[in-house]
């Protein structure tokens, strides 16, 4: 029976995972890494939502969105809450992935509110992984809200309930000890290599793949004494870094590799295979047997491999594990410090509320110009947003300075050119001496909080990337044409829009020869 929830939700899942899909299924919903930014921002726009983060790993795709002073869409859920065909967030999440939401609505699960927060506290922990409190998810989870902040579609409630279930979940890490015998899917695969007798120091082993997991399998496989080989591609944003041990090869060149190999491990992102079976016939005709681990979603290397004589093939789903009864102890323990993560957001969220309840509603800001020329900007983190508005900033500004322990690469061409200064220093309040206006623009929720209350004693106006309600001005999308400038802003919420309507707006100056 369709049920339509109410509009008051904050904070919206929709996911799969090995449990509920097999890697067949979950493969059609892995997303090439040149569209994502596009169909996130879409999705998010789509929904009406004030953030939005895709978390999506070998084991699970999970599209994350908040509403933050915004409706929630109708929902159209069964009795049990999972998504019928016409469920908004299920055909968001599907039209990002050019598949039918009637096809793939069994295999999703929807969560709200409270249940979506203990679900990702408990993911991001491993609880949910099919290898059990795994070491991989957390960095995974971590980059979710990364690359969401970097492409503007992230939002305060976002930003603070996934950097809350990170530190929870480093927290269990840390502090409690789970019985178990491997800690991600290459431990398992070495594993059964030396259950299988392979000797992998007499063994010539090729890693296809030179991302973080590609990176961690030649690596373990060399500690364990194995001859690697790793193919490497030549992109041209730089070299790729072969680890240490490991002998780069083209991977144009892998099939004439293969002869020497006794276990190949594939990990990318390819949407192709990276072995197919007729090139991988010819190449092996003749040699011995061949244990081959594919450990991407969606497929690495063609199934139908694993049916030729003396070829054995695992997929990731091979490596799935048990929590057993043995780590009773263990889960009680890391729940408690989950709870206490869980606790602390919700009461962010309250003393949110109330705040915001208590300032005068702001349906629109003043537009105001200001000469910046003689004055003193300070910016408060080195990374993707900072480099955006000290680009936007440099023609009107007499003096950027930007305080962080490290920046991105086009910060420091603009100091090596003198058109602005870098300090390298963690955060103290004396970085805001003598500024006239501030920027809190750290990944750190925590540290841009200490900014603006620091800004806030002194009189500072500050803008805070991590929370809007902290800013005492937006910074709009700006079009110049020589004299005449015009400023956009949606009050900090709708970048997108922002960014469509300064570009219509700078064509038509061009246009009209303003």
């Known amino acids: 029976m369709e049920q339509d929830s109410h509009h008051e939700q904050l904070i919206c899942m929709i996911g799969t995972d090995h449990g509920l899909a097999s890697a067949d299924v979950r493969s059609a919903f892995s997303l090439p890494a040149d569209v994502r930014e596009a169909v996130l921002s879409l999705a998010r726009a789509k929904l009406g939502a004030s953030g939005a983060v895709l978390l999506a790993?070998?084991?699970?795709?999970?599209?994350?969105?908040?509403?933050?002073?915004?409706?929630?869409?109708?929902?159209?859920?069964?009795?049990?809450?999972?998504?019928?065909?016409?469920?908004?967030?299920?055909?968001?999440?599907?039209?990002?992935?050019?598949?039918?939401?009637?096809?793939?609505?069994?295999?999703?699960?929807?969560?709200?509110?409270?249940?979506?927060?203990?679900?990702?506290?408990?993911?991001?922990?491993?609880?949910?992984?099919?290898?059990m409190a795994e070491d991989q998810i957390v960095s995974q989870v971590k980059q979710a809200i990364a690359y969401s902040r970097e492409i503007g579609v992230a939002d305060s409630i976002l930003e603070v309930l996934f950097r809350q279930a990170v530190t929870a979940a480093?927290?269990?890490?840390?502090g409690v000890r789970f019985t178990r015998a491997y800690a991600t899917a290459v431990d398992q695969a070495i594993a059964v290599l030396e259950d299988e007798g392979?000797?992998?120091?007499?063994?010539?082993?090729?890693?296809?793949?030179?991302?973080?997991?590609?990176?961690?399998?030649?690596?373990?496989?060399?500690?364990?004494?194995?001859?690697?080989?790793?193919?490497?591609?030549?992109?041209?944003?730089?070299?790729?870094?072969?680890?240490?041990?490991?002998?780069?090869?083209?991977?144009?060149?892998?099939?004439?590799?293969?002869?020497?190999?006794?276990?190949?491990?594939?990990?990318?992102?390819?949407?192709?295979?990276?072995?197919?079976?007729?090139?991988?016939?010819?190449?092996?005709?003749?040699?011995?047997?061949?244990?081959?681990?594919?450990?991407?979603?969606?497929?690495?290397?063609?199934?139908?491999?694993?049916?030729?004589?003396?070829?054995?093939?695992?997929?990731?789903?091979?490596?799935?594990?048990?929590?057993?009864?043995?780590?009773a102890r263990a889960i009680a323990a890391a729940q408690r410090m989950l709870d206490s993560g869980m606790g602390e957001f919700w009461g962010w969220v309250s003393r949110r509320e109330t705040m915001a309840h208590t300032r005068p509603p702001a349906s629109a800001f003043f537009p105001l110009?200001?000469?910046?020329?003689?004055?003193?900007?300070?910016?408060?983190?080195?990374?993707?947003?900072?480099?955006?508005r000290v680009r936007t900033l440099l023609p009107y500004v007499g003096e950027i300075v930007v305080f962080a322990p490290e920046f991105s690469p086009e910060l420091e061409r603009f100091a090596a050119d003198g058109t602005i200064t870098l300090v390298h220093r963690m955060y103290d309040e004396s970085v805001l001496d003598g500024a006239d206006l501030v920027f809190a623009c750290t990944n750190s929720p925590e540290i841009n909080d200490m900014v603006h209350d620091a800004c806030k004693e002194r009189g500072l106006l500050v803008n805070v990337c991590s929370d809007r309600y902290k800013c005492d001005f937006y910074f709009p999308g700006v079009a110049q044409r020589d004299n005449m400038v015009v400023g956009v802003s949606a009050g900090g919420k709708d970048h997108r829009r922002v960014r469509q309507l300064k570009a219509r707006i700078a064509r038509l100056m061009d246009e009209e020869d303003v």
């Open 57 to 131: 790993t070998c084991n699970r795709t999970e599209l994350w969105v908040s509403f933050d002073g915004c409706a929630a869409p109708a929902r159209s859920l069964n009795d049990a809450g999972a998504p019928l065909p016409d469920d908004p967030l299920l055909v968001a999440l599907c039209d990002m992935h050019m598949v039918d939401p009637a096809e793939y609505a069994p295999y999703f699960v929807c969560r709200s509110d409270e249940a979506a927060v203990s679900h990702l506290f408990h993911v991001a922990c491993g609880l949910r992984s099919a290898i």
């Open 170 to 174: 480093k927290q269990v890490k840390s």
């Open 198 to 327: 392979v000797d992998l120091s007499q063994a010539t082993c090729m890693v296809i793949g030179n991302g973080e997991y590609g990176r961690l399998a030649a690596s373990s496989l060399v500690e364990h004494g194995a001859d690697v080989l790793v193919t490497v591609r030549q992109y041209t944003h730089g070299a790729v870094v072969v680890p240490e041990g490991c002998t780069g090869v083209p991977y144009a060149e892998r099939y004439g590799m293969l002869g020497r190999c006794q276990v190949v491990m594939s990990a990318t992102t390819s949407p192709h295979y990276t072995l197919e079976r007729d090139p991988f016939v010819e190449a092996r005709e003749g040699e011995g047997p061949i244990r081959l681990f594919d450990l991407a979603i969606p497929n690495d290397i063609d199934p139908s491999i694993g049916g030729l004589d003396g070829c054995v093939l695992y997929d990731i789903d091979d490596f799935a594990t048990e929590i057993g009864d043995e780590n």
């Open 369 to 388: 110009f200001f000469d910046l020329s003689e004055k003193r900007v300070v910016f408060v983190g080195g990374g993707t947003i900072a480099l955006r």
